[in-house]
């Protein structure tokens, strides 16, 4: 038996490497004081990995920062 995994998502938010992005690199919503996104819609490549494992680290990350 085998599994069909087919990543989807209606938009991404996209981290600050781009001009256009929403959220910097520590997930603060440009325009918007006091208001991070930790979510995976900010991972701006589909990881390879779990996106459960990935979001937590992501998370785990910002809080640190």
Do not use: F, Q
Not at 5 to 14: D, F, H, Q
Not at 20 to 48: F, H, M, N, Q, T
């Amino acid at each position: 038996m085998a599994a069909l995994v087919r990543p989807e998502s209606t938009g991404t938010l996209k981290l600050a490497s781009r001009n256009r992005a929403v959220v910097d690199l520590v997930g603060a919503v440009k325009g918007v004081s006091g208001l991070r996104v930790v979510d995976a819609s900010i991972i701006p490549e589909v990881p390879s990995s779990t996106t459960n494992v990935t979001v937590i680290m992501v998370a785990e990350h910002i809080y640190a920062g």
